[in-house]
């Protein structure tokens, strides 16, 4: 179907530094191909929320669907982690790389490495910082910078541009923390009646989001918080079980608004208890390998593609959860 890509290497040498790998990113899945089956590697964030194991399940499903080797690392959050698993993709000469990078830095050597090797990259669902954008065939994920435009604008209309925000902000240095602050940062300060009081990061983590909330709680006094902006689902679930905790009611007496859109942030709604969730979808599998056949296949394809995303409130979240894939 596909061009020979690469020159396979000897068999010894691949169960070696398969060894390698399974030692390095948390773990590999690699399961037996003959000579025509194309080998991808994944290397992943790691599984901090529910919307990673759902972008997870979304590449191996699609790969098996396809028919692929599919070699699968976990950062386990780890950047270096990565960066080991990737350097070991491109000793093992697979055909192409697929990476969703923790942080944007630190991953031009490794680039070069890959593009010298003749292996494509795809980069799923965060980007990179690299001098040279023919480092990596192409991107697909979600408009993060939009995403922040979007919960700003339901603030300003819910609030009628009046309220106390603190925002709990994804992994410092990813792209999506990143973009997530300064598109939202962005429409607020156009409003003098909206202010980000504080600002802290909670890793994308819902235990990180509690104990970050719990802090805000105490440092601001809940009367002087009147939302919450979470750049994912996890870390509102956190803030919520904060704020309960509190013996305060969540939704009511503080407003919250994330970006993912998972099953559970949708059961919250549900609840009552999370007024808005903007979605960033996680099902980028069937994108991904699409363009990644093309890419192999020799053909040109959009340095840029974005799947496309919703925002979705408290009031229809009943009718809208019948509809969730994740």
């Not at 020979?4 to 060894?19: A, C, E, N, S």
């Not at 980069?123 to 939009?146: E, H, K, M, N, P």
């Not at 959009?302 to 995303?309: F, G, I, L, S």
Request: glycine share 8%.
């Amino acid at each position: 179907m596909f061009p020979d890509v690469l020159k396979k290497i000897p068999l010894t040498f691949l169960i070696i530094t398969g060894l390698f790998l399974s030692g390095c990113g948390g773990g590999s899945d690699d399961s037996s191909a003959d000579s025509d089956t194309l080998t991808i590697g994944f290397i992943q964030t790691g599984a901090e929320s529910d919307w990673r194991k759902a972008h997870t399940v979304s590449v191996k499903e699609e790969a098996e669907k396809r028919g692929y080797n599919l070699k699968f690392a976990d950062g386990q959050g780890k950047p270096e982690n990565q960066i080991k698993a990737f350097s070991s993709f491109v000793v093992q000469r697979v055909d192409a790389i697929i990476l969703a990078p923790i942080v944007e830095t630190g991953w031009e050597t490794a680039l070069r490495k890959a593009k010298a090797a003749g292996i494509p990259v795809l980069i799923l669902d965060r980007t990179v910082d690299v001098s040279d954008d023919s480092l990596f065939a192409t991107y697909v994920g979600a408009d993060t910078y939009q995403e922040g435009i979007q919960a700003a604008e339901w603030v300003v209309k819910e609030t009628g541009g009046k309220a106390n925000i603190v925002e709990l902000q994804g992994t410092p240095g990813s792209s999506p923390a990143i973009n997530r602050l300064k598109s939202f940062k962005s429409v607020i300060d156009q409003h003098p009646g909206l202010k980000i009081i504080d600002s802290q990061s909670g890793d994308f983590r819902r235990a990180n989001g509690k104990q970050v909330m719990e802090a805000m709680l105490k440092k601001h006094g809940p009367e002087n918080i009147d939302l919450v902006y979470a750049h994912n689902d996890d870390m509102a679930l956190g803030a919520i079980q904060a704020i309960e905790e509190a013996g305060l009611k969540p939704a009511v007496y503080i407003k919250l608004i994330s970006i993912d859109a998972v099953r559970a942030a949708f059961e919250a709604m549900v609840d009552g208890k999370l007024n808005c969730v903007v979605e960033c979808n996680p099902l980028q599998g069937p994108l991904a390998f699409d363009l990644l056949e093309k890419i192999l296949a020799g053909e040109t394809v959009a340095k840029d593609n974005r799947v496309k995303d919703e925002v979705f409130e408290m009031a229809h979240a009943a009718e809208d959860i019948k509809t969730r894939a994740y």
